[in-house]
């Protein structure tokens, strides 16, 4: 069975442009967690996609977006870019059904360089 | 709001002894604890959970954890311990809201 899938896995940016990330989550998945992984701040969650609706978002500005797709695959879009937004973001899938739901699996992730 | 604690930022041990990664939880309710490891250049893998049930948990790779309720602890654990143990290993809760919320995470190193 093919795990959380990311792309791409290296992005470059300059600051001031947009970002889009993009994951695959494993088949029967219908939740999509988006979290960021920053020097010194650790692991942070970001944005739950859940049948195409977003249902929380940690504390980020609203230049932090995201949509879920009709196959449940996942987008996530950081504007206006800012250097402090260098960082591994990562992406995780779950089952909606409990008590599967508890457990998330995580992608290989996608490391931005904002330059 | 859930939290964890690790206190230790670095752990070492030599190949063959126990390893112990320690973390403390925070939560009101009942808590949903996961251990994770990341090793280089990587995502997280899941190594084990604690939702209900027996205190010890037993997980990937030979791994286990002990939830004690009374000193609020979900202690990773694993017997003999191997080089390709060597990684950074993040213990988490479950928030409400069904994020997770992480703590700031162990490096292992496993010397041959």
């Known amino acids: 069975e093919a795990g959380v899938t990311q792309s791409p896995t290296h992005l470059i940016k300059t600051r001031g442009q947009q970002a889009t990330l993009r994951c695959s989550p494993i088949s029967g998945h219908t939740s999509v967690y988006w979290y960021q992984q920053a020097l010194g701040l650790g692991l942070q969650f970001l944005l739950w996609?859940?049948?195409?609706?977003?249902?929380n978002r940690g504390n980020f500005p609203p230049r932090f977006s995201g949509r879920q797709f009709p196959n449940y695959s996942s987008e996530l879009n950081v504007n206006a870019l800012e250097l402090e937004d260098s960082a591994l973001y990562l992406c995780?899938?779950?089952?909606?059904?409990?008590?599967?739901?508890?457990?998330?699996?995580f992608g290989p992730g996608t490391r931005l360089t904002v330059l | 709001a859930q939290s964890v604690a690790q206190p230790e930022d670095q752990v070492n041990v030599a190949e063959g002894n126990p390893l112990t990664v320690k973390c403390t939880y925070s939560v009101s309710g009942n808590p949903y604890l996961f251990w994770y490891v990341q090793y280089p250049n990587r995502g997280l893998q899941f190594l084990l959970k604690?939702?209900?049930?027996?205190?010890l948990v037993k997980g990937s790779y030979g791994f286990e954890a002990e939830f004690n309720k009374s000193q609020t602890s979900f202690h990773l654990k694993k017997p003999s311990a191997l080089v390709s143990d060597s990684a950074l290993y993040f213990c988490?809760?479950?928030?409400?809201?069904?994020?997770?919320?992480f703590g700031a995470g162990t490096t292992v190193t496993v010397r041959a």
């Open positions: 995780a899938s779950s089952l909606k059904r409990l008590p599967y739901r508890d457990t998330q699996y």
């Open positions: 996609y859940d049948e195409g609706e977003e249902r």
């Open positions: 988490a809760v479950r928030d409400i809201d069904y994020k997770l919320s």
């Open positions: 604690y939702i209900t049930g027996d205190n």
